[in-house]
């Protein structure tokens, strides 16, 4: 989605430039956060866009349940997973970064 695409489409892979896409969310213009790490995302929102955290921003009013996924849809998931584990490891760098300059 960060290149563009619509999200849940095929995709060839060969058309995915990680590095662009790495480029893209490191611009100071482009907010992100991480499901996984939801409070520091927020502390990371508001020092970005201004205003305080609120109580009610750091709960889980949507928690998800595992769905099971169809053989077609894990092939891809095997094939693109590759693209996501160097695309999540320069997005957790980058971040880490924005954390410390916030000091959340």
């Known amino acids: 989605m960060v290149l563009g695409r619509r999200c849940h489409r095929y995709v060839d892979p060969r058309k995915l430039d990680v590095t662009e896409a790495l480029r893209r969310i490191a611009s100071p213009s482009f907010y ?8 520091e995302s927020i502390c990371l929102f ?3 866009y201004g205003g305080d955290t609120q ?13 099971d996924i169809s053989a077609d849809e ?5 094939e693109l997973a590759d693209l996501d584990t160097v695309f999540v490891a320069g ?3 980058i971040f880490e970064e924005r954390l410390k300059i916030a000091g959340c």
């Open 32 to 39: 992100f956060g991480l499901t996984d790490r939801w409070d």
């Open 46 to 48: 508001h020092y970005w």
């Open 55 to 67: 109580p009610f921003e750091l709960l889980n009013n949507r928690p998800t349940k595992r769905l």
């Open 74 to 78: 894990d092939e891809l998931d095997r």
């Open 91 to 93: 997005a957790k760098k």
